[in-house]
């Protein structure tokens, strides 16, 4: 076995919230009196979310047998050397780092804040970019940035934004719209031709994540609903009816696919070959159906589409498969083999963290190593243009090797068991409503159709 051997991890999904406070120093200061109004959100947000992602003893025994949530892993996910010892611990090279998770709210601008106006939600967007900047350029190449267009109005600013983003380590930004906002065009108008073509030119993948295109303030008033209902409630048992909730955050949403076609229709793809979208979080064992549905309307001849839907969706989009479902792995191929990308959602509740060799042996049991080797980590280098060079440098320090995996199913069935109640490991495909997704589909065509 050699150094060059072993396996090259990058999870293309992971989370950071650092307090408000990490944000004064790069707050404009006219915003500053904002960030008293933060951190009362803050402290109520932290009530809620504390008994969301706080496991019981007798889970953590089973779980953290090496103390990385016990020894503060979650809490301390912004805290750069903590963070990469727990990249360590597990073995990855790099990771995609998003804004958000439920040790912090975010700096105005995210779908958990309550309502924000787009001045402010701009300004927080511009302090997290440069909070984060200094922490890229510290973490070696191993942290790899998602920029937030802000609200996009002043669709100028938002590529100056773009272009600092880029200089300074970001290798993806979220799509425009990440906060439902009536003010705002639809995806295809040319409003946003000069965004495309900066992200284009600069490399800089757009990004889909759950939670895109939702009211402001909508999870803030969800979870207020839930806790506020019943303070006595176990706080494990809170947090599967949220997950199992309709319009809950892990219910099939069809605004990333919806996303998806309108960049399809818009001819986004064909004025910019070179773009690609990451649709992270959002499951992706819907996506045979969906393309398949597609595929069907785009054969009658009525559209703008220069190809399939599928053919776009294997030249220019990839499925961030956080904390991979067995589902997502058998249909692997159908999706694409070299278009999936393993994410350990870290520090979520119901990431793969601090189990993801096992979730590894359990998902991958049985799968050619070349496979195994794409969807760990080689397609997200491919996606986000990462050095692969360098990161092969840390893999031969930290990554494991393939004895490390075994990629045999000999893990614990409870812990097997705490997959499936944490993450939904065994859930069953997504189903799609045919009728529905054609409903949309049409209002779409016809929109852009009369653009």
């Given at each position: 076995m050699t150094q060059a051997e072993r396996f090259l991890l990058v999870s293309a999904d992971s989370h950071v919230a650092p307090p408000p406070a990490s944000f004064r120093p790069y707050l404009e200061k006219e915003y500053l009196d904002r960030l008293d109004e933060l951190e009362s959100e803050n402290e109520q947000f932290l009530g809620w979310t504390g008994k969301l992602g706080a496991f019981p003893e007798e889970e953590l025994d089973l779980i953290d047998t090496e103390g990385a949530i016990r020894s503060g892993g979650v809490d301390e996910n912004f805290v750069l050397e903590r963070r990469l010892t727990e990249m360590d611990r597990e073995g990855i090279a790099a990771e995609l780092v998003l804004v958000g998770a439920q040790t912090a709210t975010t700096p105005f601008f995210g779908a958990t804040n309550r309502p924000y106006p787009a001045d402010v939600r701009a300004a927080g967007a511009r302090a997290y970019h440069r909070w984060f900047g200094d922490v890229l350029a510290k973490s070696g190449g191993r942290l790899i940035g998602v920029a937030n267009p802000g609200p996009a109005h002043d669709i100028e600013e938002s590529v100056r934004e773009l272009r600092w983003a880029?200089?300074?380590?970001?290798?993806?930004?979220?799509?425009?719209?990440?906060?439902?906002?009536?003010?705002?065009?639809?995806?295809?108008?040319?409003?946003?031709?000069?965004?495309?073509?900066t992200c284009a030119d600069l490399g800089l993948v757009l990004s889909v994540h759950a939670g895109h295109g939702h009211p402001q303030g909508k999870w803030f008033g969800f979870l207020e609903q839930i806790f506020g209902a019943d303070d006595e409630k176990d706080g494990r048992e809170m947090l599967q009816?949220?997950?199992?909730?309709?319009?809950?955050?892990?219910?099939?949403?069809?605004?990333?696919?919806?996303?998806?076609?309108?960049?399809?229709?818009?001819?986004?793809?064909?004025?910019?070959?070179?773009?690609q979208l990451a649709l992270t979080e959002c499951r992706s064992d819907w996506v045979p159906a969906m393309m398949a549905l597609l595929d069907e309307r785009y054969r009658r001849g009525d559209t703008p589409l220069k190809k399939s839907p599928s053919e776009y969706w294997h030249g220019h989009?990839?499925?961030?498969?956080?904390?991979?479902?067995?589902?997502?792995?058998?249909?692997?191929h159908e999706i694409g083999v070299d278009r999936i990308m393993f994410g350990r959602d870290y520090p979520h509740p119901e990431s793969t963290w601090p189990n993801t060799f096992d979730w590894f042996r359990e998902a991958f049991t049985g799968l050619p190593v070349d496979e195994v080797r794409a969807i760990v980590g080689d397609n997200a280098i491919r996606c986000y243009g990462l050095d692969r060079e360098a990161l092969q440098k840390v893999a031969d320090r930290i990554g494991p090797r393939s004895q490390d995996l075994k990629l045999e199913s000999d893990?614990?069935?409870?812990?097997?068991?705490?997959?499936?109640?944490?993450?939904?490991?065994?859930?069953?495909?997504?189903?799609?409503?045919?009728?529905?997704v054609s409903s949309l589909f049409v209002d779409d065509l016809a929109a852009t159709s009369n653009a």
């Open positions: 880029a200089e300074h380590g970001f290798r993806s930004v979220a799509v425009p719209g990440v906060i439902l906002d009536d003010d705002l065009p639809p995806l295809w108008d040319e409003h946003y031709d000069s965004f495309w073509e009816a949220l997950l199992n909730t309709k319009g809950g955050p892990l219910d099939l949403d069809y605004i990333p696919a919806r996303v998806t076609w309108s960049l399809m229709l818009g001819g986004v793809f064909d004025r910019y070959p070179n773009l989009c990839w499925a961030g498969a956080s904390s991979i479902k067995a589902s997502e792995v058998r249909l692997r893990v614990d069935p409870r812990i097997v068991d705490h997959f499936a109640k944490r993450a939904g490991y065994r859930k069953s495909y997504e189903k799609i409503d045919s009728d529905e």
